[in-house]
């Protein structure tokens, strides 16, 4: 199985903060990582796929880079709704595997 | 805009077989990859297989002995069966499209539903 690593597992920062999040795979996996955003007592939703392709509707603040074994995840101007949980996932092999998330407080 | 909605049993006991159903509104379950995904307390999420409008699956191999899915494209729904569960198979439980095959993003999801494992 592909192991998905995030960094950092949870940070604080303030509205209009630049935010970076890393996820690492233990093995390639080329451009196949996508990224949500779950917020407490609901589903996740998608933001970024292929790496770097924006979900339909998702606010273009968003952004994602990487391919290989190496992702991030960039919030540029952070917004109070963005705070929850964010997990890269790879689609690169079967089983299908989730980053262990990263928890994003909004100072 | 499609919507899923799991439902089936909130408690199974242990050695029993889990059983779900993910209705799909909004939206055909014919063409598309329809997945299984779930979520104990606190941890990360993990996959546990999908399966295509014409029957066709993949299951996680961690899971593969004891897991079945199948699809009704008449009643526009999916279901997921786990037999011989244990407390570990706690969680809570998430169907989910593949909404681009070729990158296999999840792009809708159902709202979830809490299975508990105990006697």
Redesign the interface.
């Known amino acids: 199985d592909i192991q998905m690593t995030q960094s950092p597992s949870s940070l604080s920062a303030s509205v209009g903060d630049r935010v970076t999040i890393t996820c690492r795979a233990s093995q390639y996996s080329n451009s196949y990582v996508n990224w949500y955003l779950q917020k407490p007592g609901k589903a996740p939703k998608l933001l970024i796929y292929a790496a770097s392709i924006l979900h339909a509707g998702v606010p273009s603040r968003f952004s994602g880079s990487g391919s290989g074994t190496d992702f991030t995840l960039t919030i540029s101007g952070l917004q109070p709704e963005d705070f929850g949980t964010y997990y890269c996932q790879q689609s690169y092999s079967i089983p299908r595997t989730f980053g262990q998330g990263t928890k994003l407080d909004i100072k | 805009q499609v919507q899923l909605q799991e439902s089936g049993p909130g408690l199974v006991k242990p050695s029993e077989t889990l059983s779900l159903t993910c209705s799909v509104s909004g939206g055909s379950v014919t063409g598309y990859y329809w997945n299984w995904i779930r979520q104990p307390a606190g941890k990360?999420?993990?996959?546990i297989g999908r399966i295509y409008s014409s029957g066709r699956t993949?299951y996680?191999?961690?899971l593969e002995s004891r897991v079945t899915m199948s699809v009704d494209t008449s009643k526009n729904q999916f279901s997921l069966k786990l037999t011989s569960v244990t407390a570990a198979d706690t969680a809570m439980y998430?169907c989910?499209r593949i909404?681009?095959d070729?990158?296999?993003?999840?792009?809708f999801?159902?709202?979830?539903t809490l299975v508990t494992v105990s006697s």
């Open positions: 990360r999420l993990e996959w993949i996680n191999p961690s998430y989910a909404g681009n070729h990158y296999d993003d999840f792009d999801w159902g709202q979830g």
